[in-house]
Structure formats: structure tokens, C-alpha cells
């Protein structure tokens, strides 16, 4: 299977540039790191990117759009790069264009070498047979960029980590699409106006003697959790609002925990559904599962301070000993970065699903809230109105739902309002979208919930 995924397939298109098709040609764990092979597979196939992959996860290679062959020469070609898409496991693409004073050593041609780019030897990955230890083929070439490509100052450990232990290798043909875009969304959101979606908010009471309903936003440290309320508040305010405190920090910027009103200025009252935003999960410095259920099932009140060091008791200040249904969760939002999916944290995934297995009997509903989308694809960073069109994003969502066993159906990509200055309807509407669907599995799970007329 490619490993080469949808969001990195999109960057590279931006690179070459028009809309390509990624077809493998040959692939080291499927078909033996071998020169001679990557020739037979890949030799007059026309334009190419190799892509090469390393254990301490780089994701690096070149584009070349003359035909490989083993005729021993050099190719001159004014269109290739090399390229960065991922540096130690996160997205950092950085391509590196061709100088064009050495536009005539492009590409190397030499049968007993793999795909290899620059007079200097800018990118030789191998040569001949390599065999397999472990987990990677250990390339005998080199990697000495800026003869040929301009690094932009940056070197081999910027470009590859300095490390040439191959996970996987993938040559792909790159071939022009031809037909008309595809533009048939692959989620369709109902024909909401962004009206009809804030009055459905607005006019909602939630059953029983109920004041409100309780959503919990439960990720990582900047996942965008914080984000996520000031997004819906700004919504509601009709301007740009920063109530939580939001940013980057080694630890989670969130200390104390927040039941979070969010007041409409068109109705003139606080929506009947709250944003409960925590402390960020991390490892080592964890609110544990005991912790979690003490927020869940409501024992903390509004501004309670969370103290690493101290797990949540019943004799802290503010413990509330005899939760009533008000006090409770009713909708979990599992919020994670969409950037992080591939390299998701093992112990927080951990404490998600120890948190499902116990609210499951329940029956408490649960989402994900997919942030940072404008990160996970490029097209999508130039046009938030492709969100439901990108395969990228399509790719992540179903990437989502697998990690926390939810169907994509709960999975609701956003983008947090962070660098805007005024409201944007193709920001907002996905983010009123995610926020209407989690107060309906709410008010679902309220209406079937036997303790309802006992509050
Ligand atoms: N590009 C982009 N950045 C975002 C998005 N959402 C959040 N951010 C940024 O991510 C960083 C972390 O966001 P927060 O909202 O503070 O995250 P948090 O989950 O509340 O983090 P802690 O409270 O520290 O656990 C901030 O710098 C935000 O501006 C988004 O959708 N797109
Ligand atoms: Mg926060």
C-alpha cells in the first residue's frame, strides 16, 4: 500500500503544479531496495517523484520531469526540486528549487544507481542491492545539497535528518488529470444557512427541568480546545472574541476549568448549551481516568483549578458531592489536531479509550472535533470553501473516526477562528455545524436518560 498520503499527494501537486495523478511505480518493501530494479520499474515512465522515508520520521525526496534511464549521463532539467514534507513526524514541507546554474546536472542516469539528483550528489540515496535490517534499508549513497539545488542556507540535516536508514522508498509517475475537476463533496452538509443553524441554538431548551446541556472538550495540550469555544463565542458575538486564553505552551495554557456560557447578541441570553473547556492531556503531567470520571459525571464546579500534582478529591474546595443531571456531561468532543493523527500520543489515545469504555455503558454520546484543518491540506489553507471536497481532509476524518472507534459521521472537521481579524462564513458554518449535531446527540441522549425526571 502507498504510503505517500492524500495531504502530502496535495502538496506536491501545489509544487509541480495543475492537478496530478500519483501512480506507484515501484516501492523498496515491495519490490527489494535495488538500483537495478527502480530502473526496470521506473525508467522512460516520463515526469517522476521519488519519496523516501526515514526512521526518524523525514519524509524527503526530488521531482524530475525528465524519464529516468541508465544510459550514465546527467539530465539537464529546469523543472526539478527536491522537497521536505515531513520533519521529525511533523508536516514541514520546504521544497528546494533548482539553481539555475546547474540546471544541467539535475538528474543523475546511472543504472547501478537508485533515484538519484545533483552534480554534487545532492540526493544519492543507494546504490546496487541494499538488504534489509530490521525495520530499514540502510542507503550506502549521500546527501550533500546546495551544489545543485538551493537549500536556502539550510543542510542534509535540515533537508533528510541526516539519515539515510530507509523505511520506505516510493517512485510514483506523475501524470497530468484530465477531465473536469472533481468537485462532488464528499460530506454533504444540509442547505443551512448560517442563520437557521444559530437559531437553532438560540431557540433551544434542552428536556425536562434541565437550565442547559453540558459539552466537553476533552485533547491534548493545544489541540485547539480553548480554540474551539472562542470560535463559537465569536460566532455568537457577530466579531472576533479571545475569551479563553489560547496558545502555545510546553503545558496546557488551561488551568482551570471552565463551564463556559456563550451569550448571543442577537437573542440577548446565554445559548442553553455550555462549552466545558479542561486542562490539556500530556504525558506524564496527566489528569488520569479517576479525574476525567470527576469531570464527566460533574463533581467540578466552574473555575476549579487543577493541580497536576493533586489528584481531584472529594474534600477540595468546590467538590460537588451530589452532582444533579445539570451537573453532568452530556456530549463528549474528543478535539485532536488533525496535523497529529499519524504520530496521535499512545498514552492519550490510551486515556481516551479508558474514558470511552467507561461512559460507553452510559450511552453518552461522543464526537471528534477534527481542528487545524487550514494545516492538514494546502488547498484548503488557500480556501476554506473546499473543506468538504478535499480528499485530505476526507483521508483524516476516516483516519479519526478509526482511532476512537466513532463512524465518520461524528467526526466534524473544523477550523478555529486563530489569525482572523472578522468572520468568515466558510469558517463558521462547519464550526455551527459540529456545535449543533453535538447539543441534537445531547438532547438524544437526555430524552432516553432514566434519571431525567428525577432532576
Ligand atoms: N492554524 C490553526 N491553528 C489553530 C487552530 N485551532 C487552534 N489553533 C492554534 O493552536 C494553538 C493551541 O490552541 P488552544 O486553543 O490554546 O489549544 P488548547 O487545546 O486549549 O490547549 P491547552 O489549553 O494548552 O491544553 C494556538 O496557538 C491556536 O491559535 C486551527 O484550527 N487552525
Ligand atoms: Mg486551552
Known amino acids: 500500500m502507498s504510503k505517500l498520503t492524500q495531504a502530502y499527494k496535495d502538496q506536491l501537486c501545489t509544487w509541480i503544479g495543475g492537478r496530478t495523478n500519483f501512480n506507484l511505480l515501484y516501492q523498496a518493501t515491495r519490490d527489494g531496495c535495488s538500483a537495478q530494479i ?18 526518524t520520521g523525514y519524509v524527503f525526496g526530488g521531482y524530475t ?36 546554474a546547474n540546471v544541467r546536472y539535475a538528474v543523475h542516469h546511472n543504472g547501478n544507481y537508485g533515484p538519484t539528483f545533483g552534480g554534487g550528489h545532492d540526493l544519492h540515496p543507494f546504490s546496487s542491492t541494499i538488504n534489509k535490517r530490521s525495520n530499514y534499508f540502510l542507503g550506502n549513497g549521500s546527501t550533500n545539497p546546495n551544489h545543485t539545488y538551493n537549500m536556502q542556507g539550510n543542510n542534509a540535516t535540515n533537508f533528510t535528518g541526516n539519515n539515510l536508514q530507509f523505511t520506505e522508498v516510493e517512485v510514483y509517475q506523475v501524470t497530468e488529470q484530465t477531465g473536469c475537476l472533481d468537485k462532488t463533496p464528499w460530506r454533504k452538509l444540509p442547505e443551512m444557512k448560517q442563520k437557521v443553524l444559530k437559531s437553532e441554538l438560540e431557540t433551544y431548551s434542552p428536556p425536562g427541568k434541565l437550565d442547559h446541556v453540558n459539552i466537553l472538550l476533552l485533547g491534548a495540550v493545544g489541540s485547539g480546545k480553548s480554540s474551539y469555544f472562542n470560535t463559537i463565542n465569536s460566532i455568537f458575538q457577530g466579531r472576533i472574541t479571545s475569551v479563553a486564553r489560547s ?49 464527566i459525571d460533574g463533581h467540578l464546579p466552574d473555575r476549579f483549578t487543577f493541580n497536576p500534582s493533586v489528584p481531584i478529591r472529594p474534600d477540595l474546595p468546590g467538590y460537588k458531592k451530589n452532582p444533579t443531571l ?32 467507561r461512559v460507553n455503558t452510559q450511552g453518552l ?6 481542528t487545524k484543518v487550514d494545516k492538514a491540506c494546502e488547498v484548503v489553507n488557500k480556501d476554506m470553501s473546499q473543506l468538504f471536497i478535499s480528499p485530505a481532509i476526507r483521508d483524516v476524518v476516516e483516519k479519526a473516526g478509526e482511532l476512537l472507534g466513532l463512524p465518520r459521521s461524528h ?22 455545524t459540529s456545535f449543533v449535531q453535538m447539543m441534537r446527540f445531547a438532547d438524544d441522549f437526555l430524552n432516553d436518560c432514566p434519571d431525567l425526571d428525577e432532576d
Not at 524519464?67 to 546527467?74: A, E, K, Q, R, Y
Not at 451569550?263 to 489528569?287: A, H, M, Y
Request: aromatic content about 10%.
Open 38 to 55: 527502480f530502473h526496470q520499474k521506473c525508467d522512460n515512465k516520463g515526469p517522476t517523484v521519488s519519496v523516501f522515508y526515514n526512521t
Open 326 to 357: 445539570n451537573d453532568r456531561i452530556h456530549c463528549i468532543a474528543f478535539v485532536v489536531d488533525s496535523t497529529a493523527i499519524d504520530v496521535f500520543p499512545d498514552k492519550i489515545l490510551q486515556t481516551f479509550k479508558a474514558v470511552q469504555h
Open 247 to 295: 496558545g502555545s505552551a510546553e503545558h496546557s495554557l488551561t488551568t482551570t476549568y471552565r463551564l463556559y456560557k456563550i451569550k448571543s447578541t442577537d437573542s440577548r441570553q446565554p445559548l442553553k448549551v455550555r462549552l466545558c473547556d479542561t486542562r490539556g492531556l500530556e504525558d506524564g503531567l496527566n489528569l488520569d481516568l479517576s479525574d476525567l470520571m470527576a469531570i
Open 65 to 100: 520531469m525528465v524519464s529516468w534511464s541508465s544510459d550514465g549521463t546527467w539530465k539537464s532539467d529546469d523543472q526539478a526540486f527536491l522537497f521536505r514534507l515531513q520533519a521529525a513526524n511533523s508536516f514541514q514541507p520546504q521544497k528546494y528549487n533548482i539553481i539555475t
Open 411 to 432: 467526526v466534524y472537521p473544523v477550523k478555529n477562528y486563530e489569525d482572523e481579524l472578522v468572520l468568515d462564513d466558510n469558517v463558521t458554518i462547519p464550526a455551527l
Open 365 to 370: 454520546p461522543q464526537v471528534v472535533l477534527l
